[in-house]
């Protein structure tokens, strides 16, 4: 829940269905994020 409030403090929208897909946007976006900032582990031998 606090990486949510990264990108605000509130839902913005008032009808449910607009709030549900809101919190999936944000969680995608904070998927993606994550990712880039991931290292990639390489074997060397």
Not at 8 to 35: H, K, V, Y
Request: glycine content about 4%.
């Amino acid at each position: 829940m606090r990486c949510l409030k990264a990108f605000g403090e509130r839902i913005a929208a008032r009808n449910p269905d607009r709030q549900t897909a809101e919190i999936q946007i944000r969680s995608t976006l904070i998927n993606r994020f994550n990712a880039l900032g991931t290292a990639e582990i390489v074997s060397v031998a």
